[in-house]
T-cell receptor, first 114, second 113 residues
Framework: NAGVTQTPKFQVLKTGQSMTLQCAQD?????MYWYRQDPGMGLRLIYY???????DKGEVPNGYNVSRLNKREFSLRLESAAPSQTSVYFC?????????????FGSGTQLSVL | AQSVAQPEDQVNVAEGNPLTVKCTYS??????LFWYVQYPNRGLQFLLK??????LVKGSYGFEAEFNKSQTSFHLKKPSALVSDSALYFC???????????FGGGTRLMVKP
């Protein structure tokens, strides 16, 4: 049981380049999330998808887009990367969006924008 | 606005000693509180949660946390630290009216032999 799988693990971009971070979960979870982790700031929610077919903005959505491709997959796209988007990105999933649910996290994507 | 604060960037303890990692919250309504742990180059893993009921919550790997409503705190504790407990620990909270889990800045726990 792989859980939450993210690709790639590492990426270096030049300013202005675009890329898509991929995430897939095999736990039949309804809800999926994208977070970014910056030193001393904890994790901040970028976008989430409460269920297949829906997406909503989180705390820091500017500069990002998402697609809930199907129940398993939730991708994050940077259309024009900026140095401020240098961060570690985590995808997570939960069975539902109920507040008592725990989140399951992928192992992260380390992104550097030069 | 809701927030979660972890006042210590790093906590150092000797193996076998008790440990405490502090967390305070500021949310409206009844809080839903969580602790997660992150080992190097890994995603976060759930440790425990407080929703309602007993103020002392037991979780994975021998960890427990004490909910204190009057002090708005949810400190993580373990009676006897192991070197393998060394990791980054995050406190997180929802409030009743929100759908977003807010994380504290994290506390690095270093357990020395």
């Amino acid at each position: 049981n792989a859980g939450v799988t993210q690709t790639p693990k590492f990426q270096v971009l030049k300013t202005g380049q675009s890329m898509t971070l991929q995430c897939a979960q095999d736990m039949n979870h309804n809800s999926m999330y994208w977070y970014r982790q910056d030193p001393g700031m904890g994790l901040r929610l970028i976008y989430y998808s409460a269920s297949e077919g829906t997406t909503d903005k989180g705390e820091v959505p500017n500069g990002y887009n998402v697609s809930r491709l199907n129940k398993r997959e939730f991708s994050l796209r940077l259309e024009s990367a900026a140095p401020s988007q240098t961060s570690v990105y985590f995808c997570a999933s939960s069975e539902t969006q109920n507040r008592n649910e725990k989140l399951f996290f992928g192992s992260g994507t380390q992104l550097s924008v030069l | 606005a809701q927030s979660v604060a972890q006042p210590e960037d790093q906590v150092n303890v000797a193996e076998g000693n008790p440990l405490t990692v502090k967390c305070t919250y500021s949310v409206s309504g009844n809080p839903y509180l969580f602790w997660y742990v992150q080992y190097p180059n890994r995603g976060l893993q759930f440790l425990l949660k407080y929703i309602t009921g007993d103020n002392l919550v037991k979780g994975s790997y021998g960890f427990e946390a004490e909910f204190n409503k009057s002090q708005t705190s949810f400190h993580l504790k373990k009676p006897s630290a192991l070197v393998s407990d060394s990791a980054l620990y995050f406190c997180a909270a929802y409030h009743n009216a929100g759908n977003m889990l807010t994380f504290g800045g994290g506390t690095r726990l270093m357990v020395k032999p």
